[in-house]
C-alpha cells in the first residue's frame, strides 16, 4: 500500500511538473474515447492536495482489505475502479474531468463494511464495525454536497466495493468446513 500511494504522489510530481499533461487521463462522461482512461483517472489527482486527502484513507482501507489476501485485495480494486469510472462515464455532469483514488477509497469502505456479512466471518465484521467507526463519516461523500466533488465517484466507487464482496465471497463450502472445524475443536477440549 506504500508503494502504490507513493506511486500517486510521483505521479502528481509529474503531472505539476509537466504542466498538468496527467489530468487528460480523467474521465470525462460520455464521450466514446474516454472509456480507455476509467482506469488511469483512479491514479491522477487534481493537485497535491486531493492526492494527500485520499492518501492515509487508502493506506489504511487497503492494508485492511488486502490482509484477507493479495489477489482477492486486486480483484476488489480492479472491480471498484471499473464500477466507479464507469459510473462515473455514465451519470457525471458535462463539461466535467474526475479523477483521483477516492472512488478506490470508497470501494474499500463498502468492501470492508459488508465482507464479514457475506463471508459470515465474526472477525471481519469486527473490522468492518471499526471501519465504520471511525471512517463512518465518508457516507457523506456520496450525496451532491460540494461542488467540485465526484460524488459520482464516490457513489459508484462504494457500490463497486460492496458488488466486490458478494462477487469475491468465500464458498460456502469452505466456510461451512471451517465451521466444523470449529464445531470439531470445540467438542474435544
Not at 15 to 39: C, I, K, N
Not at 43 to 66: D, I, K, Q, W, Y
Request: without cysteine.
Amino acid at each position: 500500500m506504500a508503494g502504490w500511494v507513493a506511486l500517486l504522489w510521483v505521479l502528481e510530481a509529474v503531472d505539476a511538473a509537466s504542466g498538468h499533461a496527467l489530468d487528460t487521463f480523467g474521465v470525462s462522461p460520455r464521450q466514446a474515447g474516454e472509456l480507455r482512461d476509467v482506469v488511469p483517472a483512479a491514479f491522477v489527482h487534481f493537485g497535491f492536495g486531493h492526492v494527500a486527502a485520499n492518501s492515509v484513507p487508502l493506506l489504511v482501507l487497503g492494508f485492511l482489505a488486502a490482509l484477507s489476501g493479495v489477489r482477492r485485495f486486486l480483484a476488489v480494486v480492479v472491480v471498484t475502479v471499473l464500477v466507479g469510472g464507469l459510473g462515473v462515464w455514465l451519470t457525471a455532469p458535462a463539461p466535467s474531468t474526475t479523477g483521483g483514488a477516492s472512488g478506490v477509497v470508497f470501494g474499500l469502505f463498502g468492501y470492508l463494511l459488508v465482507r464479514g456479512f457475506v463471508d459470515r466471518r465474526v472477525g471481519d465484521i469486527a473490522v468492518g464495525a471499526l471501519v465504520a467507526v471511525v471512517y463512518g463519516s465518508l457516507l457523506w461523500g456520496v450525496l451532491p454536497t460540494t461542488a467540485g466533488v465526484s460524488w459520482q465517484g464516490h457513489l459508484f466507487g462504494l457500490l463497486g466495493g460492496v458488488a466486490a464482496a458478494f462477487a469475491f465471497r468465500r464458498p460456502r463450502d469452505d466456510r461451512e468446513a471451517a465451521a466444523t472445524a470449529r464445531a470439531r475443536r470445540t467438542r474435544q477440549v
